[in-house]
C-alpha cells in the first residue's frame, strides 16, 4: 500500500533555532513530492521536488529529494515565531494514470520566542 | 491571480442532515480536488475531476458523498445523510495541469462539524 510517513510528528524549538522535518515514502510510481505550509487555513505551496540531490531554496527554507534512499528533507533555518505550522509532505502516484498526491500526517512545528 | 474559493467556510450540522460544498478553482485550471482532512491528520483525497469527468473516485463513500463538476469548472461535494465520522475540514484543491506536473492549488477549506 502506498504511504508517505513525516517526522517528527511535532516539535518545539526556539526563535533562531534550525529544524529538518522528515518525509519517506513507498509508491509505486513516483513522479514528484510537494511541499506546503498549513496554518490555520488553506495549506500553501512551499517547493516540489522531482529529481534526486538538487536543492530547492527560498529564504530561510530549502529542501532536497533522494529517490534512492525515498525520502525529503525540508530545512528551516533561523526559524521565526511565523514558521509555527504543520508542514505537509506529498507524494504523486501516477500508477493506472491517476496522477494522485498522497499526503502525510504532517509535522506541528511550534517555535517559541 | 484569484485563489480557490469555497463557501460556506463553517457549516454545524446534526447527524442524518445532508450539506453541500462549493468550490471555484482558479481559472484556467483544468484538475479539481477534493480532500477530506480529520484533525491531526493529512488530507485524503475523495474524489479528481479532470475537466468535467472523474478521475479517481476510489475512496470516496459514494453510499453518502457525491460530487459534480457540471460546466469543468465549479465543483459541488454532497453528503447525505452525515455521519459524526464525517466532521472535518473539506478542503478543495486545482492544479494547471493533468499529465503535466503541477503543484496544488489549495482553498481556505469548509469546516464541518456533525452533532
Known amino acids: 500500500e502506498d504511504k508517505v510517513v513525516q517526522s517528527p510528528l511535532s516539535l518545539v524549538v526556539h526563535e533562531g533555532d534550525t529544524v529538518t522535518l522528515n518525509c519517506s515514502y513507498e509508491v509505486t510510481n513516483f513522479r514528484s513530492l510537494l511541499w506546503y505550509k498549513q496554518e490555520k487555513k488553506a495549506p500553501t505551496f512551499l517547493f516540489m521536488l522531482t529529481s534526486s540531490g538538487i536543492e530547492k531554496k527560498s529564504g530561510r527554507l530549502s529542501s532536497i529529494l533522494d529517490k534512492k534512499e525515498l525520502f525529503s528533507i525540508l530545512n528551516i533555518t533561523a526559524t521565526q515565531t511565523g514558521d509555527s505550522a504543520v508542514y505537509l509532505c506529498a507524494v504523486e502516484d501516477t500508477t493506472s494514470g491517476t496522477y494522485k498526491y498522497i499526503f502525510g500526517t504532517g509535522t506541528r512545528l511550534k517555535v517559541l520566542a | 491571480e484569484a485563489g480557490v474559493a469555497q463557501s460556506p467556510r463553517y457549516k454545524i450540522i446534526e447527524k442524518r442532515q445532508s450539506v453541500a460544498f462549493w468550490c471555484n478553482p482558479i481559472s484556467g485550471h483544468a484538475t479539481l480536488y477534493w480532500y477530506q482532512q480529520i484533525l491531526g491528520q493529512g488530507p485524503k483525497l475523495l474524489i479528481q475531476?479532470?475537466?468535467?469527468?472523474?478521475?479517481?473516485d476510489s475512496q470516496l463513500p459514494k453510499d453518502r458523498f457525491s460530487a459534480e463538476r457540471l460546466k469543468g469548472v465549479d465543483s459541488t461535494l454532497k453528503i447525505q445523510p452525515a455521519k459524526l465520522e464525517d466532521s472535518a475540514v473539506y478542503l478543495c484543491a486545482s492544479s494547471l495541469l493533468f499529465r503535466g506536473i503541477s503543484p496544488l492549488h489549495f482553498g481556505n477549506g469548509t469546516r464541518l462539524t456533525v452533532t
Open positions: 475531476f479532470q475537466n468535467n469527468g472523474v478521475v479517481d
